[in-house]
């Protein structure tokens, strides 16, 4: 199978075809080849397939919510190519068997790569060590560990754990939340928290973690990665541990580059979330920190909820957001047409980096003849109305439903298969068949 | 207003109109015949998910003096726990006939959610929601002010000019955050006085002047000290070290209640702590309005319902 490319500007800047065969890019150029599918992208950018660090794709234990397969799919329509499946399943991913298991089910529904992520601690409970050699040296080849959802609290397993985990040159991707002062924090702790009348969830308690964590790293000379960084104040700790040499990296999600804490002001679940939404500085604060390296990534931390947990009281709500879908085009919208960063760099944030942290071969350099044919074409100037149409996970809890969101992915080629053609995803059985 | 959720939600003008109508209340419960037809045929639903007899009590007297049916929900935490929703527990009191839901819930937005979302077509009322609001109480609170301090002359009057302390646990306290939006609303002064950890962070916006002790306060020879029920695993749970301290500190006793104005008055929302956010002697004084807030909350809530009842929009 022969896939040539017609016209698309190579991460948004001269325009070239592309010839794919099989599941490799074979030529670039100015090409005359003939092939057996040909899509015109003029208009269109060429990116290199997404990545995404961070997501939960529910399964097992949590399919009514998302499924791998219906996770998969919410990627490739989000221009995604390879996924990194969080730990928090139930049972929970802390076992060889158990990521292999998510791995060959992701394999089996073809839409993207799925990469599992390794608990830290067995059970998430954060006081022993995961299998972690056991999953790093599975037939998954886990390279990322996360107990994310929750964070690795104690201050010495957490030194221990980043010592054994770069054993096996893998990393730590925290999620930090000091347990104790955001206890039963809600939201943002200031303005709106005081307003409402619910339990304030305090930056401190990110920005003493990641501090604390940045330390024992260095001392220990091992990789941490931090996700979802929510703080103007965290920007500030990640900057000094990376000016010091310290081996962190970070990620931000779409939400907290876009939404502000004041949406939680009439109590809409739909923007409950963890860590929870800030306030407009700190949103200014990431998307300077993307823009000059601070942040090395964006990741989705697609959080997919059933209905019943999200059309509840705030209280009883979940926390978490899907995002998958609308990642590329938040970005976009908050990063690109803001003047923060030009397309080179969303490849950067959204699939060079990613990979390099998650170890995936393939994406170290995009769009050039003889590396996997992992691409996806977006149309930057369709512009429109975000609903929940545009969504093809198990759960419809985005917090986009009714903006303005610019950029459409007309195709996703995952390994020289189409996923997502002519702006609309393929069937399973088509993906899986190809 | 259809539903009363928050004092947020007034402007000066309907405030007055409701405390106006208050006193109209009042007259008919000082008559031989103390009921007003207004709710005949009407049922009010008191759903609590939270105890609070006082104002439940409350709340069924006043709708019984309006002639409405009254019917009592109540629960000890939510009935999430034995697998129905909170939609659905609503949804099932309205399908029997709620006219009006008058909702206390121990979470914080409840009411607002209740409303937002139209799980239900009946007038929601909220009784307290979590650590957010209180307008019913706020309200009653406005009234026993002006009452006091305006006399005879109260109907049609504002709050200008009058200063209020607010004392202790600003942080947990929904009677607080009511009655700093509401007092605000209705033209009076407010201060609060508190310890850092009951404050909460960030509320340049309720634009009060923010003390550290009672003592302070009471220098400023304040019209009102609203005192606020302390729960005690407050102390527990290291928000202040000890009883005795808080009340050294923030307690109304009787040497701050002879350093006020003789005019002065005292609140608190009950139920109270003795000896610990007031002394006995401050509650059973002349200045104290404990007893006349109670009375007031019949007659505010009677008022409420009235307004209520005239506007389904």
Partial sequence: MTILIRGAALLGKETADILIDGDTIRDIGSLTASADRVIDAHGLIALPGLVDLHAHLREPGGEGSETILSGSRAAAAGGFTTVHAMANTSPVADTAELVELVAERGRHAGYVQVRPIGAVTRNLAGEQLADIGGMAHSAAAVTVFSDDGKCVGDSLVMRRALEYVATFDGVIAQHAQDPRLAIDGVVNEGRVSSELGLRGWPRVAEESIIARDVLLAEYVGARLHICHVSTAGSVDVIRWAKKRGISVTAEVTPHHLLLTDDRALAYDPVYKVNPPLRTSEDVEELRRAVADGTIDIVATDHAPHANSTKDCTWHDASFGMVGLESALSVVQHALVDTGHIGWIDVARVLSVTPAEIGRVDGYASPLTVGCPANITLVDPARSESWSTSRLHGGSTNSPFVGFTLPGHVMSTIFRGIETVSDGTLVAPELVRNA | ?313
């Fill in chain 2, 1 to 313: 207003m259809k539903h009363l959720i928050s004092t947020r939600d007034f402007t000066t003008d309907t405030a007055i109109a409701i405390l106006d109508t208050a006193i109209d209340m009042v007259d008919v419960r000082s008559r031989d015949v103390k009921k007003l037809p207004t709710l005949r045929g009407k049922t009010v639903a008191n759903v609590f998910f939270e105890d609070s007899t006082r104002t439940r009590l409350s709340f069924e007297a006043a709708a019984l003096a309006l002639s409405a049916d009254v019917t009592t929900f109540t629960t000890q935490g939510s009935s999430v726990s034995k697998g129905e929703s909170l939609k659905d527990t609503l949804q099932t009191l309205e399908a029997m006939g709620a006219d009006f839901i008058v909702l206390r819930h121990s979470h914080s937005g409840v009411a607002t959610t209740v409303a937002n979302n139209n799980w239900v077509d009946a007038h929601i009322i909220n009784a307290g929601d979590g650590t957010h609001e209180h307008p019913t109480q706020a309200l009653l609170d406005a009234f026993t002010i002006r009452s006091r301090l305006r006399g005879d002359d109260a109907r049609g009057k504002d709050l200008a000019g009058i200063s209020v302390v607010i004392v202790g646990d600003i942080l947990h306290s929904r009677v607080a955050r009511s009655n700093a939006l509401l007092l605000k609303t209705l033209g009076a002064t407010v201060t609060l006085a508190a310890p850092r950890t009951l404050l909460p962070r960030e509320i340049e916006g309720w634009d009060a002047t923010v003390v550290s002790t009672l003592d302070e306060a009471i220098e400023t020879k304040p019209d009102v000290v609203m005192t606020l029920r302390v729960q005690k695993e407050r102390m527990t749970s290291g928000f202040f070290p000890s009883e005795s301290e808080f009340s050294a500190l923030w307690g109304m006793n009787h040497s701050r209640l002879s350093r006020l104005p003789s005019t002065s008055i005292v609140m608190h929302p009950g139920p109270m702590n003795r000896g610990l956010e007031i002394s006995g002697s401050v509650a059973d004084s002349p200045q104290s309005t404990v007893t006349e807030q109670v009375a007031n909350g019949v007659a505010l809530r009677m008022a409420v319902l009235y307004t209520l009842m005239g506007d389904s929009r």
